[in-house]
Structure formats: C-alpha cells, structure tokens
C-alpha cells in the first residue's frame, strides 16, 4: 500500500490542503457533522489496518482501534459518536461497533462474514454486503436483514444517498479492463430496480453532495 495524504479538493479536483501526517489509508469517510474524518491507516511495520479518526479543523489524530488484526472500512453512524467497522478477528469476516472516545465496543450480530458499506440517517439499518448479496441489516436487537440486491464481482464502492432512497456504486466494465469503471445508481427500495448510468467517461468511489442532489466520482486522470 502506498505512501499518501489525505487531502481536500475543490469542484476542479485541485488541491486545496491536507489532513494530517503522510501514511497509507484506505476508506476515509467523512463525519455527518462534516468536521471529522474516518480512514483505516496502515501499519508500515506490522502490515495491519486500524480505524483512526482525524480532527478536519486541526488535523489532529487519534486512534480509534488498535489490535493485532486489521480493521477496516469505517462507516459512521448517524449520531457521530460511534463507527462501524470490519475486521478478521476470529478468521472470518464480522462487523464491529466502537466508540469514537472510550472503550466502549461490541461485535454486531447478524452481520458475520459480512462488511458494512454504510447507514441510514436514522440509524435504524446499515447496509452490508456478504460477498453475494447487498443487505440492509437492523440495527434494533432484531437484527433483521432485508436483501436489497444481489451482488456481482465487478461492483463496488456502495453507498447511500442521505434520504436514503437510491444507492450509488461503481462497476469495473469487464474482467479485461480492470482499470475502467463506470458510476451507477438505483433505488434500494424497489426489488429488480434498473441501474441508471451516471459517469460519461468512466469514473469510480461514488460520493453523495450532502443534499443529495449530486454525486461526486474519481474520473479519468484520478480527478
């Protein structure tokens, strides 16, 4: 995994500054206040992942897990207290929820060999996906699980839109041509909904504007 940074962009894609020290990280995701950031950073030394939360204002860190197996994809949720996150713990895949400050933590039942791609505003359900399907899991002791569309190999990068109605991914075109993606949306509600295609030229890690009236995607050229 390379070196990077963390860094702002504007409209353009030009640089606008960075968030904290250089390091590997995957995953960042943004607070639903807007004034933190989520990533999962890589141990040069032991090659593992743990979820650090960085300070967007001061670019101060502090680290949110550390175990000798990796954690990785970080969701928030809604209220910005806590992170949902992924790890191999005990040999297979399960979701975890942990407090930003303290202790407190707690593996999410329902949700083995499963990660979390991201949550509702209300906090009720998450989204998952268990390698064969994407599912909206209940966070209420149920933990009732609803299918909401089968998965294929080629798709990636899910994530919500705020009102929570329509569902954003990227797809790689064919098994040929691993670096060209294409941006799709469709409704999470209606079983069999179409996937409507919404990049021109390719483009991939879909991104909803907070209204939810916009998608912003890593197009040609990584912009």
């Given at each position: 995994?390379?070196?990077?940074?963390?860094?702002?962009?504007?409209?353009?894609?030009?640089?606008?500054?960075f968030v904290g020290?250089?390091?590997?990280?995957?995953?960042?995701?943004?607070?639903?206040?807007?004034?933190?950031?989520?990533?999962?950073?890589?141990?040069?030394?032991?090659?593992?992942?743990?979820?650090?939360?960085?300070?967007?204002?001061?670019?101060?860190?502090?680290?949110?897990?550390?175990?000798?197996?990796?954690?990785?994809?970080?969701?928030?949720?809604?209220?910005?207290?806590?992170?949902?996150?992924?790890?191999?713990?005990?040999?297979?895949s399960a979701v975890?929820?942990?407090?930003?400050?303290?202790?407190?933590?707690?593996?999410?039942?329902?949700?083995?060999?499963?990660?979390?791609?991201?949550?509702?505003?209300?906090?009720?359900?998450?989204?998952?996906?268990?390698?064969?399907?994407?599912?909206?899991?209940?966070?209420?002791?149920?933990?009732?699980?609803?299918?909401?569309?089968?998965?294929?190999?080629?798709?990636?990068?899910?994530?919500?839109?705020?009102?929570?109605?329509?569902?954003?991914?990227?797809?790689?075109?064919?098994?040929?041509?691993?670096?060209?993606?294409?941006?799709?949306?469709?409704?999470?509600?209606?079983?069999?909904?179409?996937?409507?295609?919404?990049?021109?030229?390719?483009?991939?890690?879909?991104?909803?504007?907070?209204?939810?009236?916009?998608?912003?995607?890593?197009?040609?050229?990584?912009?």
């Amino acid at each position: 995994m390379p070196v990077t940074r963390l860094r702002w962009v504007d409209r353009s894609g030009d640089h606008l500054g960075f968030v904290g020290e250089p390091g590997s990280f995957i995953d960042p995701a943004v607070s639903p206040d807007g004034r933190q950031v989520a990533a999962a950073r890589r141990d040069s030394a032991t090659g593992t992942t743990d979820i650090v939360v960085y300070d967007l204002k001061t670019g101060a860190s502090s680290a949110v897990t550390n175990h000798p197996d990796s954690e990785d994809r970080p969701v928030w949720l809604p209220d910005g207290t806590s992170v949902l996150f992924a790890t191999n713990r005990h040999g297979s895949s399960a979701v975890y929820s942990r407090a930003i400050k303290g202790e407190a933590e707690s593996r999410v039942d329902g949700a083995d060999n499963a990660a979390p791609l991201d949550c509702w505003r209300d906090g009720k359900r998450f989204l998952v996906s268990n390698g064969f399907s994407i599912l909206a899991l209940s966070l209420d002791n149920s933990r009732m699980a609803t299918p909401v569309f089968e998965r294929v190999n080629n798709q990636g990068h899910f994530r919500l839109s705020p009102d929570g109605r329509w569902i954003a991914y990227d797809v790689n075109r064919s098994a040929n041509e691993s670096s060209v993606y294409d941006v799709y949306v469709r409704e999470t509600a209606r079983a069999g909904s179409i996937p409507t295609k919404i990049s021109e030229n390719g483009g991939m890690e879909p991104r909803w504007g907070p209204d939810g009236r916009e998608l912003f995607y890593v197009a040609g050229g990584r912009r």
